[in-house]
């Protein structure tokens, strides 16, 4: 049983267009982080939510606690996108659950 | 101001060997944390640390697995008598106060173990 599910598993897509990556968990949480891991291997924090919106230059992601969702869009997508994304969920207590992955591949 | 670092980058060892993973955290960074990644699998919560403290390891294996962090120097991870199923990404990731919860975590660019 997965505590977190992302969808989709694989994405490719032109450079330019709009991306969404879902992920929905099953346990009540504090927080929700989304990460991304360059090809390379190297994990950057992109966001962390509890609640609402957040933006940061052409990264948008959104929650929703009642419906235990989030997405991540990508506006004007470009090659140097292309990436794992991966979401994070951070239940009461010190544990906390990852999803397996979205790999975004952005074709110029 | 220097990141989040790991060393050695790539460690090879044979069955039977010892592992130690070391992960320096950020200038002023108190609390580290432990992840595993195996191959076509997703990162997995390991141990969560302060300075001379282990706050959870409900993420460790119940045996050959330990990790610390001493007042002074890095936090080390260290696999005992490794086995094949070892071979895996090691990420350690730290922040100034508790992270996940309340503030961004910076992770370390990763260790990868090979297990021969």
């Known amino acids: 049983k997965n505590e977190v599910e992302q969808s989709p598993q694989n994405l490719t897509a032109q450079e330019g267009e709009f991306i969404t990556i879902n992920c929905s968990y099953s346990?009540?949480?504090?927080?929700l982080h989304w990460l991304q891991q360059h090809p390379g291997g190297g994990i950057v924090s992109l966001f962390m939510l509890s609640s609402g919106k957040k933006k940061h230059g052409r990264l948008i992601a959104t929650i929703n606690i009642q419906e235990k969702h989030s997405s991540l869009h990508i506006t004007a997508s470009h090659p140097r996108d292309s990436a794992v994304y991966i979401c994070?969920?951070?239940?009461?207590?010190?544990?906390?659950?990852f999803g397996t992955g979205t790999s975004l591949t952005v074709i110029p | 101001n220097a990141g989040v670092m790991q060393n050695p980058r790539h460690l090879v060892r044979r069955r039977g060997q010892e592992a130690r993973l070391r992960c320096s955290p950020m200038k002023g960074h108190s609390h580290v944390y432990w992840y595993r990644q195996l191959p076509e699998e997703g990162l997995k919560f390991m141990v969560y640390?302060?300075?001379?403290?282990?706050?959870?390891e409900s993420g460790m294996p119940k045996e050959r697995f330990s990790a610390e962090f001493p007042k002074e120097g890095p936090s080390i991870l260290r696999i005992q008598q490794v086995v094949r199923g070892d071979s895996a990404a090691y990420f350690c990731?730290?922040?100034?106060?508790?992270?996940?919860?309340?503030?961004?975590?910076?992770f370390g660019p990763g260790t990868r173990l090979l297990v021969l």
């Open positions: 990731a730290s922040s100034p106060r508790q992270g996940f919860r309340q503030e961004t975590q910076y």
């Open positions: 640390l302060q300075k001379e403290n282990i706050i959870d």
């Open positions: 346990v009540g949480i504090s927080a």
């Open positions: 994070a969920v951070i239940p009461t207590g010190n544990q906390f659950y």
